[in-house]
């Protein structure tokens, strides 16, 4: 389910990602105030184009898998990386980030180092991921972020074979 985007916003695109090379490395059109560090490190499913909403902040330096029809929403931040706590110019060496199919990442929803959150899993705005969610078919918020709702699987899986 792609939303449509205007014109202006493939212009934009070009101008800030072809003229003034911000986000140069990203291949996909992104919204010209997100950032996406290597995002050659990112693996993208079916309908997903990490960065077309304002805002969103992805770190890819130690991967992040996003799967079919996921969508994140409007200042989003995923990163896949911590600085080492002694020397603060290196990264750790964490576990890559995977948001399963079907997800949907709320505004403001920041997904930290190592988090697998499985299919069908929604994310509050606002909620801070600490742990994986791996069984998804949830709906999880808070900081940090726990389970509210458990969603109906028949309903999920319906939806998924009409795409």
Known sequence: MRRE????????DFLFRKIMRQN??????IHHTSTIHCPDRIKRGKQVFPGDSPGVYINATNGVD?????NLGPNVGIVSTNHDLVNNDQ??????????RFCWLGMGSVILPGVTIGDF?????????????????????????????????????????SK
Request: hydrophobic share 45%; charged share 15%.
């Open 5 to 12: 985007m205007s014109v202006g916003f493939y212009i934009t």
């Open 121 to 161: 899993t929604i994310v509050g705005a606002g909620a801070i991921v600490t742990k994986s969610f791996n069984e998804g078919y949830c709906v999880i918020a808070g900081n940090p972020a726990r389970v509210i709702k458990q969603l109906n699987k028949e309903e999920c899986y319906a939806f998924a074979q």
């Open 66 to 70: 996003i799967g079919d029809y996921s």
């Open 24 to 29: 140069a490395d990203t291949t996909w059109a």
């Open 91 to 100: 990264h750790t060496a964490d576990a890559p980030i995977v948001i399963g």
